[in-house]
């Protein structure tokens, strides 16, 4: 079971401040009034016009650090690549060869052809700062390294008969990536794992390749690319998440937390949609991560923390709002500017109230965070 997992506000620089909260109040008014209709017998109506205002209040205490607050285990970072979308789309990337489709770039390719321009060729970057580079070919070999002598590592998306399904084209990565036969292959195996899940995107099974880091710590938190164009791109999340090891002792006293608070809130700003002239606006507290006990993500245990999130924006599906979608406590967040990142919400905090109790070295907080997606 995942315990004491703090609520955290993000700053725009990625630092996080935990925060010890004893109560938490999330509202949400969607504005929808009633009205009682002219035609008699008190029918009422409303217009639900899905414009909600939103409201997260904190109330809590702030102590002096001990040593455990200093001690990190680390992390390997991991990345996702699912085949079962078209970037991050409702659209099959696979598709049917109706143009924009994996199938149609297919038809254009010959059989072990490593020279067209419009072959697609994934990136990835290890913790040692090593790129591996992989193309995506038409290939009775379903993955290799140097076929047709070509000196590359490969993937089949189409066997020369048919066109490979997404799991298939799933499964041949997760295959190459893993493969110890030969000196070239083990050059990937050292670096990378690869597993196969079910698609967040599509809730296709097999069909979402994740990869992760052999080595723990920060600098695997590298950018996954893919070259080709947009219309052939699968829906991909960099590396994120790797934490290094550390041992020692970075607590802070509870007048050092809420002298930075008090500070921070009192000057600072989110720097709009342009930054300009090299100011520094790191320090602005631009969002907040609450944690949740979660069953549906668990994997078999009884508890994971994962994050609470807020899907906005006009594309919504059916799941959006589902706990599954939801990413975990202890993902890294990638760009702090993105409003649809679902590590955070994005926002800022409104009003903040410290009061010291008794002459202790502990302060209590009241603290009124609005989720925000644009903030000038």
């Keep these: ?47 639900d016009l899905n414009r909600p205002k939103a409201v997260i209040l904190l109330k809590g205490y702030i102590v002096d650090d001990d040593l455990s607050t200093g001690v990190s285990l680390g992390q390997k970072a991991s990345a996702s690549i699912d085949f079962s979308r078209r970037n991050n789309t409702d659209l099959s990337l696979v598709g049917t060869g109706a143009g924009g489709d994996l199938t149609s770039l297919a038809a254009t390719l010959t059989h072990n052809d490593f020279g067209s321009f419009l072959i697609p060729k994934l990136t990835l970057k290890a913790t040692d700062g090593e790129e591996y580079e992989i ?63 079910q698609s967040t995107l599509s809730d296709e099974a097999n069909t979402l390749v994740k990869i992760e880091q052999k080595v723990t710590g920060a600098n695997g938190n590298t950018p996954v690319s893919w070259n080709s164009s947009s219309l052939y791109t699968p829906s991909i999340k960099n590396f994120k998440n790797g934490v ?28 709009g949609f342009i930054r300009l002239g090299g100011r520094q606006f ?10 949740f006990n979660s069953t549906v993500n668990a994997g078999g245990e009884k508890y994971k923390a994962m994050n609470f999130f807020m899907p906005t924006g006009a594309k919504r599906t059916k799941k959006q709002g589902e706990a599954t979608a ?4 202890s993902s890294v967040i990638e760009d702090t500017n993105d409003s649809t990142e679902r590590t955070f919400i994005k926002g800022a905090v409104t009003k903040a109230t410290f009061v010291q109790m008794g002459g ?3 302060y ?13």
Aim: charged share 20%; hydrophobic share 40%.
């Design 244 to 271: 290094d090891d550390s041992a020692g002792f970075t607590g802070k006293s509870a007048g050092d937390k809420v002298a930075e608070l008090y500070a921070v809130l009192n000057n600072s700003n989110d720097g």
């Design 282 to 291: 790191g320090d602005y507290i631009g969002g907040i991560q609450i944690p």
């Design 326 to 329: 939801a990413e975990s406590a």
């Design 1 to 47: 079971m995942v315990t004491n997992v703090p609520v955290r506000l993000v700053r725009k620089d990625g630092e996080l401040i935990p925060l010890d909260v004893t109560e938490l109040v999330l509202d949400v008014d969607r504005g929808v009034n009633a009205r009682t209709g002219l035609t008699g017998g008190a029918k009422r109506f409303a217009i």
């Design 135 to 197: 193309l995506f070919i038409k290939s009775s070999t379903a993955q290799a390294h140097n076929t047709a002598s070509s000196g590359k590592y490969h993937v089949s998306i189409h066997d020369n008969s048919d066109m490979n399904t997404a799991v298939e084209i799933a499964t041949n990565l997760v295959n190459l990536i893993n493969s110890t036969a030969t000196a070239d292959n083990v050059l990937l195996s050292n670096r990378f794992t690869a597993t196969l899940e």
């Design 364 to 376: 209590s907080f009241d603290i009124q965070f609005l989720p925000i997606d644009r903030i000038l």
């Design 360 to 362: 202790e070295p502990i």
